[in-house]
């Protein structure tokens, strides 16, 4: 049985997530129903992040085991052809042995948020940034973030419906930029917590606000309490950018 790897992007706003759910359409479900349409088996894809409602991805990595064998550029073109009009798009398909895991294999996660400090409403970024509408101090956001480098208890940037057995993670980037009038947080680590990205990057708006400082960010990790929380960022910003594997 052959096993498959997928690389794939979507535009997570019509979704309710990556994860087959029976409350609304996914990104998993819409994928295996263009699998089955084509080889009329049903498969279950794997992927290495379950994106949130919202949550948009360039790069999301996914695996797949069919029956026979079908050749890779086959796989990712029909795939495409069945999964219209989802904005979705398998953008490389290869096959892999079969001790690749698409989430257990994978060694860093890259993510980017999006935000926008301008009055005026968002038009060609409507659902791909948040707009906030007064000027972030994104030097000040720097310095802050960096506060939350390393091995940390995260349970104040974590969703109470986290399911993960730990809070601890190890978060080896936080870096936050100005591009014009757009402020670009990307964050890589091994793993994340349910709400994680979205928790830090709306309590470095508060920063960047300057409702908060550096001290008040570190404060707010150290009590490891979710209350200490500032409000949790939109999901729109949310891009899952890259997945990364062993050589």
Known sequence: MPRYRLLIEY?????????????????????????????????????????????????????????????????????NAHLRPNPIAVLEAGEVPQDFDA????????????????RPPLALLAGRAWRVPKRLDAGAMDIAAKRLLGRHDFTTFRSAACQA????????RLDVRREGEEVLIETDARSFLHNQVRSLAGSL?????????????????????????????PPEGLTLMRVDYPE
């Open 11 to 79: 535009d997570g706003t019509p979704f309710v997530g990556w994860q087959r759910q029976a409350n609304g359409a996914s990104v998993q479900g819409a994928l295996e129903a263009a699998i089955f349409a084509f080889t009329g088996e049903t498969v279950a894809v794997k992927g290495a992040g379950r994106t949130d409602a919202g949550v948009h991805a360039a790069g999301q990595v996914a695996h797949v085991d069919l029956s026979k064998p079908l050749r890779p550029d086959k796989l990712r073109d029909a795939a």
């Open 103 to 118: 989430r257990f294999s994978a060694i860093r996660r890259h993510y980017r948020y999006r935000i926008v400090d301008r």
């Open 165 to 172: 057995l730990s809070p601890v993670k190890t978060l080896d």
């Open 205 to 233: 708006v508060e920063v960047g606000l300057g409702k908060w400082n550096a001290d008040d960010l570190e404060g707010a990790l150290n009590r490891a309490d979710r209350s200490a929380c500032g409000p949790v960022a």
